[in-house]
């Protein structure tokens, strides 16, 4: 059980905002922290894990005080045992992966979780390699391995995808999944890619000017986001075909397929392999 | 025959200068690349002002405090027994303060050119802030720290001013080649002046050379860098 209440003022490129959040996050839950950039995403997940120190507030994981500003506690980074993905891997160039690995290692700790996690991760092949030889997805994979290796019981994930094409990211979302669950890990994901927080969370916490906006199943808090209208997605149309009166369109949005209803006029607007835009307005689709 | 005792004296102030500059220059070029103070300004430009002042200047202000007629010289020599003023420990010193931005700077930038990412991944798994200087940061910038110890190593060899101001020319004890040099010249033994500049020379030539080769195949493996 993570139960934290932190406030930062922070200075962005836009102006100053001032983080303010009081979040409580269950054992084992995956939870996603999404909103536009500039929302305060990261810099909470740097908070959480201790690298950013916040202007007041308290940390508590487990009844254990990570952070009380009132009472000068502040546990180092070091010391409170977690794992961090960072958005730009982070991996030590001078490194193999293997060795990338055994750097995490604690003093004293067995070796056995090294080739146990290059297994799970596929890297028994590669794992004489240096960094710069790696494709990205396995980039982030080696980084994701390193920062299960200390067994940490929460996993910070800075935007690991952020920089990976679609097939890569659906890969590594599952080496994720298969993490979490295999390592009884609580995961808390900073993400602005909605497919990304269904397919992977618990909870999304969305974050908008420094608080949180709402929070949810990912269910419950995009589809109130459908029906206030605001909603829209752009995608490439896959097939336009004929049924009865109607045209039915599957569109391809971000990694998933999705039909459309389309009267005879809008289907004739469209074309296959073209872009459209899908919103919502009065409980239907609309393409345009 | 020429006397190469200039030569063995020129290679042992350059070598101990460099070690020393590498064991002070290193955190101190760690801090000032991380540090946040206000007044970091004026410490860069302190440690730069070699860089720009005559030798000679440098030279006469050392020679000065060193002088056992003024405070620093004085104290130096009534309770540590020792006397910086023509001697060889006091080439040193004057090397160290004369070759440490050639130190620094290269460190320094090394520092600055390693993503903040790649420390802080090191907090993450554990690891003291010493632990990530020696193990992360130090491997990823060889480039710099080749740089640093040859530049310190090189400037040191081709001192003159601030050796000639507080060292002069003892034979075997401040009497380096740059120096030997200049008092051939003066002793109009052109023919000795000639051996020693041509040596120095080519030996220039072949450190700085090496540097770049080896610089041009660190930045061929690690373009980023």
């Known amino acids: ?288 | 025959m020429v006397d190469l005792e200039p030569f063995y004296l020129t290679i042992k102030l350059a070598l101990i200068t460099t070690i020393i500059l590498f064991v002070v220059g290193l955190p101190f070029s760690y801090w000032l690349s991380h540090s946040k103070i206000k007044f970091k300004s004026v410490i860069e430009a302190i440690v730069s002002l070699p860089l720009v002042l005559p030798p000679s200047v440098l030279g006469f202000y050392l020679l000065l405090a060193f002088s056992p007629q003024n405070v620093f010289g004085k104290f130096l020599d009534q309770y540590f027994d020792t006397r910086l003023v023509f001697t060889f420990p006091g080439l040193i010193i004057a090397s160290v303060i004369y070759s440490f931005p050639f130190m620094v700077h290269p460190l320094q930038a090394g520092f600055k050119s390693l993503p903040a990412s790649l420390s802080e991944a090191s907090y993450t798994l554990g690891k003291s802030k010493i632990e990530t200087i020696i193990r992360v940061l130090i491997p990823n910038m060889k480039a710099s720290v080749l740089t640093g110890i040859v530049l310190s190593f090189a400037h040191t060899i081709g001192e003159f001013g601030v050796v000639l101001m507080i060292g002069g020319s003892i034979p075997n004890e401040t009497r380096v080649v740059s120096i030997a040099i200049y008092d051939e010249v003066q002793a109009m033994n052109y023919h000795t002046a000639n051996v020693y500049a041509g040596i120095l020379f080519a030996f220039s030539f072949v450190v700085l050379l090496s540097v770049y080769i080896v610089n041009h195949n660190f930045s061929k493996a690690h373009p980023w860098r």
């Open chain 1, 1 to 288: 059980m993570i139960d934290f209440q932190i406030t930062k003022k922070l200075h962005l490129a836009v102006g100053d905002m001032n983080l303010n959040l009081d979040i409580q996050i269950r054992e084992k839950e995956f939870v996603t922290f999404y909103g536009p950039s500039g929302s305060g995403k990261t810099t909470t997940l740097r908070i959480l894990s201790g690298l950013t120190q916040p202007d007041k507030g308290f940390i508590k994981v487990n009844n254990e005080v990570w952070l009380d500003t009132e009472n000068k506690i502040n546990v180092s980074v070091q010391q409170r045992k977690i794992g961090y993905v960072f958005q730009d891997y982070a991996l030590f160039p001078n490194m193999s992966i293997k060795e990338n690995l055994v750097f995490a290692l604690e003093k004293g700790q067995e070796k056995g979780i090294i080739n146990e996690l290059l297994e799970i991760m596929d890297f028994e092949k590669l794992q004489h390699l240096k960094p710069e030889k790696l494709s990205g997805g396995q980039k982030q994979r080696v980084a994701l391995a390193r920062a299960l290796v200390r067994k940490p019981k929460i996993l910070f994930l800075d935007e690991p995808f952020s920089s990976l094409d679609t097939e890569m990211r659906i890969k590594l979302q599952d080496y994720i999944i298969e993490a979490h669950r295999k390592y009884d890990l609580t995961t808390i994901l900073v993400s602005h890619d909605i497919s990304e927080v269904y397919k992977m969370s618990d909870r999304v916490i969305v974050l908008e000017n420094g608080c949180v906006s709402k929070q949810g199943s990912p269910a419950a808090v995009f589809s109130n986001r459908l029906v206030s209208g605001k909603f829209q997605f752009v995608g490439e149309v896959l097939t336009i075909e004929k049924e009865n009166i109607v045209y039915i369109v599957s569109v391809l949005i971000g990694n998933n397929v999705v039909q459309v209803i389309a009267m005879e006029e809008e289907a004739a607007a469209l074309k296959v392999g073209g872009s459209v835009l899908v919103c919502m307005s009065s409980n239907r689709f609309e393409l345009s």
